[in-house]
């Protein structure tokens, strides 16, 4: 089924550790976004991607950093993760101008 | 900058009832206007949408009104239910490929 897939679904992971929070979508959709949120609260862009090669950074600062090697897949690193890192990452993607996003099921990082 | 101001923050309404939902954007350039329903513990997900050539869109018992002069848009769910409750979120186009969300809307529906 067509659909936007992040992995994993939960993670706890200690102080100064290396993650990557994965993020594959097949639906063909050119962009792609993420997003970082409390639960229940407001969406903040943290990236987001045009295409294979294109990077940008969204509104939120952020210590994380993004790849787009292919199409369908846009992981997000963070280098040294730390406590204020803990939140829900939402990877998105859309098929362009006016067509909405799509969300994955998102990534709940806990940092301790 | 840009931002998309959402009211009220949480809502109660009794079983039935409807629910009104409003946003005010600041991008005049802004030309669509999606709006989300997120569950507890899942994803956002887009229930209705509105581009700024139309005034009104409905589909069963939701529906959006936008005014384009005012820069207002609103959520209307009519006879609502249990099911509805969940947080709610509109957004504003901003550039091409981007949009600006809402702070939410917390809606409680009321058995």
């Known amino acids: 089924e067509a659909d936007i897939y992040q992995t994993p679904r939960y993670l706890v992971i200690g102080t100064g550790k290396k993650i990557t929070l994965e993020c594959s979508q097949t639906m063909g959709h050119d962009k792609m976004y993420w997003y970082q949120q409390d639960p229940g609260m407001e969406l903040h862009l943290i990236h987001y991607s045009y295409g294979v090669n294109s990077t940008e950074k969204g509104d939120l600062s952020s210590e994380s950093t993004v790849s787009r090697i292919r199409t369908e897949h846009f992981p997000l690193t963070l280098e040294s993760a730390r406590p204020s890192h803990t939140s829900q990452y939402l990877c998105?993607?859309?098929?362009?101008?006016?067509?909405?996003?799509?969300f994955g099921s998102g990534t709940r990082l806990t940092v301790v | 900058g840009e931002n998309v101001e959402q009211h009220p923050s949480t809502l109660s309404v009794q079983e039935g009832d409807s629910a009104v939902i409003k946003c005010t954007y600041s991008?005049?350039?802004?030309?669509?206007f999606p709006w989300y329903k997120q569950e507890l513990g899942k994803r956002p997900q887009l229930i209705i949408d509105?581009?700024?050539?139309?005034g009104e869109k409905k589909d069963q018992r939701i529906a959006v009104t936008l005014n384009k002069t005012a820069k207002h848009f609103s959520l209307h769910i009519t006879e609502t239910q249990p099911e509805d409750s969940a947080v709610y979120f509109c957004?504003?186009?901003?550039?091409?490929?981007?949009?600006?969300f809402g702070t939410g809307t917390r809606l409680k529906v009321l058995a």
């Open positions: 509105i581009r700024s050539n139309v």
């Open positions: 957004a504003a186009s901003r550039g091409t490929y981007k949009y600006i």
């Open positions: 998105a993607s859309s098929v362009g101008q006016g067509g909405g996003y799509t």
């Open positions: 991008d005049s350039a802004s030309n669509y």
